[in-house]
């Protein structure tokens, strides 16, 4: 298939410039939502809603409480910032999500960050159904654009969950890619999710493709509307696998855009 690439080039100084992450937007495909960030305080609240609540409501073994506050996530200077922090012993984070705000079925999904850096983070961008067709988690699906352990820097993990295919049985579909500076510098990461695949791309670059086998929904639920979920979550059965470091204090993931195409 012939792609477009964009590449964009951003000065940093007068005599210097540095190019951006390639993307790899499908032909034919246009813009259909966006979110700049371009303008500076909460969230933009016709766009995103807050997943609130600790881990009895995850399930996942993980410490943080997700909040509305403006201390763990606001936009600022044309970036969304995401944020956990230690609250004199209580870690506390953000979890935003386009839920009934915003919803697809198909298209290119990608979106420009800089991950949290430190042992017990576990940042995620994802998407969910926005109903539940074919039963509750994981019969309806769930697609992981990008999950990310501070434990082991660099290292990216592109992964679907369905019924036949999801970690509690260890059948998940995925694959796991070096990127460097993840936690440096910003990366994009994106899902092409067609009715017959989805692909990943780091940086347009191609990392691995789940392709529908056309059997059941058990392994293939992907054709029902998914909104996208961002989240820094601490410690866990993935993030806190090597425990959460007592000195960290804070962790921030911060975006710079989110684009969907269809």
């Known amino acids: 298939m012939i792609r477009r690439i964009f590449i964009i080039v951003c000065l940093f100084a007068a005599v210097s410039c540095n190019r951006e992450p390639v993307s790899q937007i499908p032909d034919g495909m246009n813009l259909v939502w966006a979110d700049e960030f371009a303008v500076d305080g909460a969230p933009d609240k016709d766009k995103w809603d807050y997943c609130l609540g600790g881990d009895s409501q995850w399930g996942y073994g993980e410490v943080q409480d997700y909040t509305n506050e403006r201390g763990n996530s606001f936009v600022k200077g044309g970036k969304l910032h995401l944020v956990a922090y230690n609250d004199d012993g209580l870690w506390k984070s953000a979890r935003l999500k386009t839920q ?17 850096r430190g042992v017990g983070t576990w940042p995620a961008i994802w998407m969910l159904p926005t109903f539940a067709k074919y039963g509750i988690w994981p019969r309806s699906g769930e697609i992981d654009i990008m999950e990310h352990v501070g434990y082991d820097l660099d290292k990216i993990f592109t992964t679907v969950h369905t019924e036949a295919y999801n970690h509690t049985i260890n059948t998940q579909k995925g694959t796991t890619n070096i990127v460097k500076d993840v936690t440096k510098k910003y990366h994009t990461y994106a899902v092409e999710w067609t009715a017959e695949y989805i692909q990943w791309y780091v940086d347009g670059k191609a990392l691995f493709r789940h392709e529908n086998e056309h059997l059941t929904t058990a392994e293939w639920p992907f054709d029902i509307p998914y909104y996208l979920i961002m989240n820094i979550a601490i410690g866990g059965i993935l993030g806190g696998k090597e425990g959460i470091d007592p000195k960290m204090k804070q962790a921030e993931m911060i975006v710079d855009y989110v684009r969907v195409y269809q």
Do not use: Q, S
């Open 100 to 116: 009934y705000k915003a919803d697809w079925t198909y298209g290119y999904v990608e979106v420009r960050a800089k991950l949290p």
